[in-house]
């Protein structure tokens, strides 16, 4: 059946960037829960069997979506600066993009994505614990791992999500003074020091320092 869609080709109106973009602002407007064939077609104004020309099924095509989005990274900061500068820069940078498409956040967290822009992350990070930092294949694979679920961790769990009516509610009828620590860092700014943590754990000082 796949292969039979894949030799039908391309129609000469819409490409498969089109629908893209159409899913795009789909996954904005809805988040990944608003995805579906129906609502990217109608924002791309064809039928739903038009997708079967370009993407498998929806599944192919989230992946896509989740796959071009991380090709917006910009994976040069991991060689422009000396190892602690250029790993601070580069986290900093994926929270920023990450941090203005929730949509995107979502859709990664809800599936494993593959494609040639994930590979070139992955592959990048490797290539800056083992060239760059000096560590074995295997330490490179668990940090990489490592920092990837720290980022979407931080993302989606941290308490600088919108707080909703019902935290409000449910934090007004707890006494702060029986969880001091807890309610100041609640309202504490420490993405820097989560950032710091890592690249302390990831990259070691170099000898000598201090």
Do not use: K
Request: aromatic fraction near 6%.
């Amino acid at each position: 059946m796949t292969e039979q869609r894949r030799r039908r080709g391309p129609r000469g109106d819409i490409s498969a960037e089109d629908l893209l973009v159409a899913a795009e602002h789909v996954l904005r407007s809805g988040g990944p829960g608003g995805l579906s064939l129906r609502s990217v077609a109608r924002r791309a104004d064809v039928t739903p069997t038009v997708l079967y020309t370009y993407f498998d099924d929806m599944a192919d095509l989230r992946n896509r979506l989740g796959d071009d989005f991380l090709g917006r990274l910009d994976l040069t900061l991991l060689r422009s600066f000396a190892p602690r500068e250029a790993l601070r820069r580069f986290l900093h940078h994926l929270l920023a993009v990450f941090h203005d498409s929730p949509g995107h956040v979502a859709l990664l967290a809800s599936q494993r994505v593959i494609g040639p822009h994930a590979l070139a992350l992955n592959e990048a990070l490797l290539g800056f614990f083992v060239e760059v930092v000096g560590h074995t294949p295997e330490r490179a694979a668990a940090l990489t791992m490592f920092a990837t679920e720290w980022v979407h961790g931080r993302l989606l769990l941290w308490p600088s999500n919108p707080v909703t009516e019902g935290f409000t509610r449910a934090m007004s009828r707890i006494d702060p003074a029986q969880f001091p620590r807890t309610t100041a860092s609640l309202s504490a700014s420490v993405e820097d020091e989560g950032v710091e943590l890592l690249v302390s754990a990831a990259v070691p000082e170099p000898s000598g320092s201090g």
